[in-house]
């Protein structure tokens, strides 16, 4: 094994390029994603080497974009889609949700749809309300659609390779203020199986269950409790569709208490399923109610004190923590 | 029209037109019988479209259909069994039951699908044009709309896609003078599509969509301009729905005149009086076709009604591709 480091962004972009090279019916459309390299570079390179015939520049025109996906996908293609902003999906939901989504069922089987949506999404950059959102609960309340959000370079990479690779719909969510951060890629091939999820942290007295770029947050409030003496259990699903159910409930029986921290709004949020997927199956071992760590239910606003006091943070997550252990 | 259509050809588009015909008068008992659910949307009087476009392509081109398309898929090669039992949910329908007949589909005969949504399919038959591009096969794509689409995002930022791609996609505009129930003259502004292809460079031309021989002709040279790499063509067919928008429809939004003048320019009995004419067909010989006809779509009745239902365990079945435990 190297020690090689990469950055979310760069191991994004060479996915893309192995399995380009790999199978020569991926290609990969959207917009900026040529010459510029894409609004958050992790197409760069990727125009240079394979050439604008698989490296496809679009007009803003979402709708097509995932659509032509679609109709590629089923005709012996296996596209990469790229919106740019996850907030653009609402100008794409029909070709993504009525088309992409429902296609296979459909037909009664008779159709694969290897397609892989990729898009950015995330507050914290003063992007406002139109180009912050975490709207994971869209995708994962369609049936037909799976959905991972990587949270390291190494996941980041190993888990586009397998949404490439699979000959289903894959939306695959990277957060923007996750592309500058650097983490180990080996130099060898792998890739990471949908559905299975990472303990980050082994502890004792608390499951957290968080998603993207809230395991960094989440992993910093564990670190402080630490030093209290509480020990917390860290649980990146990273694929949120399949999910692993398992190794939540697992762990969660084995603490008995459970925060869920996810970076999409409160209200009907990813951080609900989960709480309610713990509870079908974890009830009788809780000791404490389930503690949600998510979004405000308000637009993500502008201002820079007000964006940051909209998404959760670790002291958000640490005061969960606490109040569960109470 | 100076052109004339070869006899055994238009015999044969003839014969695929009563097929279509009684279909949809099959389709529209059984709905009135209370054995088909939710709604359904025939094509009578718009046959000759269908024929005339579709019944030309080859059985490795693809179409993109709609929600009023029995017609587009039979003259694709559909098989009238499997697409009653559809209609009528069995498991021997081509989507197993599962699609019904919005969604009747079959990739093993190049139909991409009919789609429920006006103007979803559009994107999809952009990206089955391209994916044809991309394996450099002389495969092309139809895509079927209607005046209701016509005006929606989809077919623009299609036709604009395709254009600057040069795909071998065929648009098919069907204008069938009503969206449901709103008009084309009060939903159209400029009052054809050939203008706004004209304003994306797409070539394009106008017919008398129920006029069987001015349709081939023109479906001829628009598919041949599209697969000789020309890019997209755009095939303006203007025709008449002489039944309702959905069986049931109490048609408060045009005169029982409009209808009965519609009626005298029935697509079936145009193509009738040029065989008769040309001395191709007697009245009688035409009155045996329809009866063969008939009789194929009676023991297509037979069997839809006698096949089974979809098994419980079907529910679950044809969601993904592979093992996906969600």
């Not at chain 1, 695959?172 to 500058?180: D, P, R, W």
């Not at chain 2, 093993?108 to 394996?135: C, D, M, T, W, Y």
């Amino acid at each position: 094994m190297s020690d090689r480091r990469l950055t979310y962004r760069q191991a994004v972009a060479e996915a893309i390029a192995e399995e380009m090279r790999r199978d020569e019916r991926v290609f990969l459309m959207g917009e900026d994603i040529g010459v510029h390299g894409g609004a958050f570079g992790a197409t760069r390179g990727l125009y240079n080497e394979f050439g604008p015939e698989r490296v496809r520049d679009t007009p803003i025109s979402e709708s097509v974009i995932a659509g032509a996906g679609v109709g590629a996908a089923l005709t012996g293609m296996r596209p990469i889609v790229e919106i740019m902003f996850l907030d653009f999906t609402a100008m794409a939901m029909d070709s993504i949700c009525n088309q992409a989504a429902k296609v296979k069922y459909m037909f009664g089987g008779h159709a694969a749809v290897p397609l892989t949506i990729r898009s950015a999404f995330g507050a914290g950059r003063g992007n406002a309300a139109q180009h912050s959102q975490c709207l994971d609960v869209w995708f994962n309340a369609i049936p037909g659609v799976l959905l991972v959000m990587p949270s390291t370079p190494y996941d980041a990479k190993g888990l586009l390779k397998t949404a490439i690779r699979s000959d289903n719909v894959v939306m695959v969510l990277e957060n923007k203020l996750l592309y500058n951060e650097e983490g180990p890629v080996p130099e060898e091939e792998y890739t990471v199986p949908l559905g299975q999820a990472a303990i980050r942290r082994s502890g004792r007295d608390v499951t957290v269950v968080a998603t993207g770029r809230m395991c960094l947050f989440a992993a910093d409030a564990a670190e402080k409790l630490a030093a209290e003496g509480i020990d917390v259990e860290l649980i990146d699903p990273r694929s949120i569709k399949p999910l692993d159910m398992k190794t939540i409930a697992e762990s969660v029986r084995k603490t008995n208490r459970a925060v869920v921290v996810g970076e999409g709004h409160r209200t009907g949020g990813l951080t609900s399923e989960l709480a309610a997927r713990i509870m079908d199956d974890c009830f009788h071992y809780l000791d404490a109610p389930i503690k949600r760590v998510a979004a405000e239910d308000v637009p993500i606003p502008y201002n820079r004190g007000l964006e940051l006091e909209t998404i959760p943070g670790a002291k958000d997550i640490i005061a969960a923590i606490r109040a569960v252990m109470a | 029209m100076s052109q004339r259509m070869n006899d055994a050809r238009l015999l044969a588009d003839y014969r695929l037109m009563w097929r279509i015909r009684l279909h949809e008068e099959a389709v529209k008992q059984l709905f009135l019988k209370g054995n088909i659910g939710g709604s359904t949307h025939l094509c009578i009087g718009q046959e000759a479209v269908a024929a005339g476009v579709i019944g030309q392509l080859r059985p490795s081109d693809y179409i993109s259909s709609t929600h009023r398309g029995h017609g587009h898929m039979l003259a694709k090669g559909g098989e009238l069994k499997p697409m009653l039992a559809e209609v009528l949910g069995k498991s021997t329908g081509y989507c197993k039951g599962k699609g019904g007949s919005m969604h009747i589909a079959s990739l093993e005969i190049g139909n991409l699908g009919a789609n429920g949504i006006v103007g979803g399919g559009i994107p999809i038959a952009v990206g089955a044009a391209l994916s044809a591009k991309l394996r450099a096969t002389d495969q092309i794509t139809v895509v079927a709309f209607g005046d209701g689409a016509s005006s929606g995002g989809n077919a623009h930022e299609s036709m604009n896609l395709a254009a600057l791609w040069e795909l071998p996609a065929l648009f098919l505009f069907e204008n069938n003078h009503y969206a449901v129930s709103t008009a084309c003259h009060n939903s159209i502004a400029g009052g054809c599509l050939t203008v706004r292809a004209a304003g994306y460079g797409i070539p394009s031309a106008a017919v008398d969509g129920n006029d069987l021989e001015e349709v081939h002709f023109a479906a001829k040279e628009a598919i041949e301009h599209v697969r000789a790499g020309n890019g997209p063509y755009l095939l303006e067919c203007t025709t008449y729905r002489l039944e309702g928008h959905f069986v049931g429809d109490p048609m408060l939004y045009r005169s029982k005149e409009e209808v009965k003048a519609w009626r005298r320019r029935d697509p079936l009995l145009h193509a009738e009086r040029l065989l008769v004419e040309r001395g191709i067909l007697t009245e009688q010989e035409c009155r045996a076709i329809q009866a063969e006809a008939q009789a194929e779509v009676d023991a297509a009745v037979d069997f839809a009604e006698s096949s089974p239902e979809p098994s419980p365990e079907a529910l679950f079945e044809d969601l993904y591709t592979g093992q996906v435990s969600a």
